[in-house]
């Protein structure tokens, strides 16, 4: 048997799964643009004013401890800004059913000792 307040968390929770399920291809890190200076004499990157080289865009992240970064082509940026989004998304979704899970275990602890 459970109580009202029980039941809330319970279909809060199994929202969260069905959320969680439709989640798209995802990544962790994110996203910069660089601009880059050559080694070629006389090149317009080392003008006044300089025009570097670029954009060049990299995704930078972190895993295991270990950080990584991988350059993106320009083609890839829409997909790749898709899955950082789809990462945040899924990380949001769990942090929330973390939170539910946790006043749901604690409410029954309360409510059911021994
Ligand atoms: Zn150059």
Known sequence: MSTT???????QIERIKRELALVGE????SLSTQYNVCGTAGCRCKATPPKKHGPY??????????SSTRFVRKE?????????KNYQRMKALVERWIDLATELTTLRLTQKPR
Not at 5 to 11: G, H, I
Not at 76 to 84: E, G, K, M, T
């Open 76 to 84: 890839d940026l829409p997909s790749v800004r898709r899955q950082l």
């Open 5 to 11: 307040q029980e039941a809330r968390l319970e279909r």
């Open 57 to 66: 865009y990299q995704i930078s992240y972190t895993r295991k401890g270990k």
């Open 26 to 29: 995802l990544r962790p890190g």
